[in-house]
Nanobody
């Protein structure tokens, strides 16, 4: 089992920055691809960023590319999402997630590919 705990959410003005952190415990963190997702009220959970177990590969959707950066520190069992140039449409609950087993790729973008989830942290961007 892997336990994930997010932190760092909050209220920020449009154009501002926030840094989300995810602390992992349990099974070997460094073996897993990790990801961040978000869910706004009334909407489906959507992919935000993913990183391979070695941190050599990352991937982002166009909606956040160039503004968000995912990173990880396997020695500290943490994954971080740096969010810059935030927009009101970035408002959502942000979730950290981990892939529990190798599924044939170095990173993953679909909700159902992830086995472990944190409880989420609220990010609100005011206009």
């Amino acid at each position: 089992q892997v336990q994930l705990v997010e932190s760092g959410g909050g209220l920020v003005q449009a154009g501002g920055s926030l840094r989300l952190s995810c602390a992992a415990s349990g099974r070997t963190f460094s073996s897993y691809a990790m990801g961040w997702f978000r869910q706004a009220p009334g909407k489906e959970r959507e992919f935000v960023a993913t990183i391979s177990w070695s941190a050599s590969s990352t991937y982002y959707p166009d909606s956040v590319k160039g503004r968000f950066t995912i990173s990880r520190d396997n020695a500290k069992n943490t994954v971080t999402l740096q969010m810059n140039s935030l927009k009101p449409e970035d408002t959502a609950v942000y979730y950290c997630a981990a892939v529990g087993r190798y599924r044939g790729r170095v990173y993953y973008t679909k909700v159902d590919e992830y086995d472990y989830w944190g409880q989420g942290t609220q990010v609100t961007v005011s206009s």
